[in-house]
C-alpha cells in the first residue's frame, strides 16, 4: 500500500511540473508514458498507442492520481469492446460466418490480444499454444503422438481464431485441408477407402493428440473390426489360426526367402496396414502390393 502511495504522489509532482498547475488535465494534454511507459515498451506496439492514448481512453481526467474516469465505461474508454475494436478494424471479419469463436462473440478482445504492445505476434498475451490451453484443456490435446500442427503451436495453421463458415473454425473442408500438408497423391489412387472418400479423415485419426500409431483413435486392428468385424472368423488371416496381427514386427519368423517388400518397421505392430492401404490404391481389395488375389499378395513376403 505504501508503495502504491508513493508511486502515486510522484506521478502527481511529474504531472504538475510537465504541465504546470494541478487544474483540470485532460490525458491528450500530458505525456501518459511518464507513468505508463512499461505498457508501450513490447517489440509490437497496437497502432492505436501511436495515434495517442485519448483514442481509446476518451473519458479520462488526468488531473489525480489515479485518473478519474468522466465516463460510463471502464478504464475511460471510448466505447465497450468490441464496438471500440471496429473503429478501426473491419467488423466483417468478426461476425456473421456460421461459427464465431467464444471469445470474439462476447467481445473479449483482449483476453488474446494485448490493447497496448506485446512480444508476441498479432500482439497475442501469449505465445501458442500456451494461449489456446487458457481455455482449451491442455490434457484433451496432448498425448504422445502428436499432430505436428499441435505440437509446435501452429493452431491457426487449421482453425480460424475469430470465425469460420466451417464446425471446428477449420479454414478448409477436408481432406483439403489436409491435403495443405499433407501429399494428395496417397489418397486418389484407383480404389479409395469408403471413410477417405467420404473425408471422413477424423473418423479414424485424432488431429490433435493420441495414444496410438498414426495419431489413430484407437489400436490400428480394432479400429479396422469397427467397420469390418466379419473378418474376425475364417478364412481371414485375422482368425485365430491366421496371421499375427497385434505382435511386434520385429517378432514375427519370415521365411528366409522372403521377397522382403513389407513395409516393416521394428517399433511397429504387424496390423492391416501390412497388407493393405489404408487410404487408396490401385489393386483390388485395397492391397499394399500389385496383386490380383490373396495368394499372389503373399507371395510378396513368403516363399513360394
Known sequence: MYTKLLFFSLCLLIFVAHTGSNETVLAQSVDCNLCHGDLSDKKNVHPAVQMGCTTCHAGIDAKN???QVTNSTPKGLSSQQPDMCFGCHDHSLFEGDKAVH???GFGMCTSCHSPHSSDNEKLLTAEMPDLCYTCHDRETLT???MHTPAQVGLCITCHNPHQANIKGLLIHEMPDLCFQCHDKGPFTKKNIHPPVAGNLCIDCHNPHASQNDY???KKPVQLCLDC???LGKEPHVLAKRGHPIGLNQ???KRSKKSSGKSSKKKEKEFYCGNCHEPHSSNWN???KFEASTIF???INCHQK
Open 65 to 67: 492520481i489515479p485518473h
Open 102 to 104: 467464444s471469445p470474439v
Open 143 to 145: 498425448s504422445a503422438v
Open 215 to 217: 495419431m489413430l483413435s
Open 228 to 230: 469390418h468385424p466379419s
Open 250 to 252: 520385429n517378432k514375427i
Open 285 to 287: 481389395n485395397l492391397f
Open 296 to 298: 499372389e499378395l503373399c
